[in-house]
C-alpha cells in the first residue's frame, strides 16, 4: 500500500512538473512572438494573459464574470504561425462567459462594448493538453475579438 501512495505522489509530481515546463514554454512563445511582430501587449502576470485593447467609441460597462452573463462577439482564433483555426467573419457569435475557455473568462472583463481585443493565451488557459477539433494539444492560441454587447443587460 505504501508502494502505491508512493508510485501515485510520484506521478502526480511529475505531472505538475510537466504542466509547469510546458507554461513556462508557452510564455516564452508568446514573448518572442510579440517582440519579433512589435506587437505592445500587456502581461497580466496574475492571471498569464497578454493582451492588447483598443477602445470603442463609447464608455460602457464590462462584462461581469459571473453565471448567466453572455457575450456577443466577432472573432477569429489562430495559431502562432498564423493557422487560422475559427472565424466569426461578419457574423457575430453570442457565447456563455462561464461555458468559454478559462483565458476568455479572465480576458473579457477587462473589455467594454465595442472593444477589441487582441488576445493570447498560453495553451493551459485555452484548450490545454487536449487540444480541439484542428488546434493541437499544447497550442498557444491569439484571438482577435470584438465585444459587441452583453447580456443580460444591467
Known amino acids: 500500500m505504501r508502494y502505491l501512495l508512493f508510485v501515485c505522489t510520484c506521478l502526480l509530481i511529475m505531472s505538475c512538473q510537466k504542466e509547469a515546463l510546458q507554461h513556462d514554454s508557452d510564455i516564452e512563445l508568446i514573448k518572442e512572438y510579440l517582440a519579433a511582430n512589435s506587437i505592445n501587449a500587456i502581461e497580466d502576470t496574475e492571471s ?12 460602457s460597462i464590462a462584462p461581469i464574470r459571473d453565471n448567466g452573463i453572455i457575450v456577443e462577439v466577432k472573432y477569429k482564433a489562430y495559431l502562432l504561425d498564423g493557422t487560422v483555426v475559427y472565424d466569426t467573419g461578419n457574423s457575430s457569435v453570442k457565447v456563455e462567459l462561464d461555458e468559454s475557455l478559462f483565458g476568455w473568462q479572465l480576458a473579457m472583463p ?15 488557459l485555452a484548450y490545454g493538453t ?4 484542428n488546434i493541437p494539444p499544447n497550442s498557444v492560441l491569439i484571438f482577435d475579438i470584438e465585444l459587441i454587447e452583453v447580456f443580460p443587460h444591467f
Not at 498569464?48 to 464608455?59: A, E, M, R
Not at 465595442?114 to 493570447?120: C, G
Not at 487536449?130 to 477539433?133: F, K, Q, S
Open 48 to 59: 498569464n494573459l497578454f493582451y492588447h485593447i483598443d477602445s470603442g467609441c463609447c464608455d
Open 110 to 124: 477587462k473589455m467594454s462594448i465595442n472593444d477589441k481585443m487582441v488576445l493570447f493565451l498560453p495553451s493551459r
Open 130 to 133: 487536449e487540444g480541439h477539433d
